[in-house]
């Protein structure tokens, strides 16, 4: 009777603390998401009209990061993004942690500098997922963006002869409440996480390599 009670007490206590932990996730999920779901990029660049702006029903996210390297230091890094090419260059642990069988590259490859409008580009393993992965081209214009269905818009723009920034405007549609709540608790954080560090790796690629012819 006495451990009946002991273990109800423990049972108690850890439903109190899994409450407490998860009222103090979605707190803090209230509290960043104006940081995370803009993160990088100002007003000025959230309220600008961007190529793709037509296929969305509003923007899910903003996010921006200024590049010390010239635009066209910075496309061939950016165009090669894919599972099947050079990766995503972000946490390539946890993209794997769901089988998508992701390696990042630390080199711009000459056979991968030729996307187009039309093409697609693959998220996850063939042979895990099939092709449901696959992401259209909707556009592209050479070294300035690239408009990825279900994704959004990818745009470097000139700072000036050897700054850019570069922008990815995600495309968010009508969902349902289910859909929403998902988004909100888990894939809109997850996505920052993930897009951040991809922004940050090509920043760092692009200013290395940059760097590196100029000497």
């Known amino acids: 009777m006495k451990a009946n009670i002991v ?6 206590k850890s439903g109190s603390l899994a409450i407490a932990l998860l009222a103090g996730y979605v707190t803090a999920l209230f509290v960043f998401r104006r940081a995370y779901k803009q993160w990088g990029a100002s007003d000025e660049e959230v309220a ?3 190529p793709g702006d037509e296929l969305m029903a509003h923007a899910s996210a903003n996010h921006a990061v ?8 910075v496309w061939p890094w950016l165009v090669q993004i ?27 490859v000459p056979e991968w500098q030729h996307l ?15 092709d449901i992965t696959l992401l259209k081209v909707v556009a592209l214009e050479k070294n300035h963006y690239f408009i990825l269905k279900d ?7 000139p700072v000036d002869a050897n700054t850019t920034r570069f922008l990815i405007r ?17 894939f809109d954080p997850i996505h ?7 922004m940050l790796s090509i920043k760092k690629l692009a200013e290395r390599s940059y760097r590196g012819h100029q000497i």
């Open 170 to 186: 995600s495309h968010g549609q009508k969902e349902n409440w289910f859909r929403q709540i998902l988004l909100f608790l888990l």
């Open 48 to 50: 600008k009209r961007l």
């Open 151 to 157: 994704w959004g818009t990818f745009i470097l723009e």
């Open 7 to 12: 273990h109800r007490r423990r049972l108690g």
């Open 66 to 73: 200024t590049i010390q390297a010239p635009v066209d230091a």
């Open 82 to 108: 894919g599972q099947d090419r050079a990766g995503f260059y972000s946490y390539s642990f946890l993209e794997n942690l769901v089988l998508a069988d992701i390696h990042n590259a630390n080199k711009v």
């Open 116 to 130: 187009k409008a039309g093409d697609t580009i693959r998220l996850g393993s063939k042979e895990v997922y099939g």
């Open 192 to 198: 920052f996480l993930m897009e951040r560090k991809m």
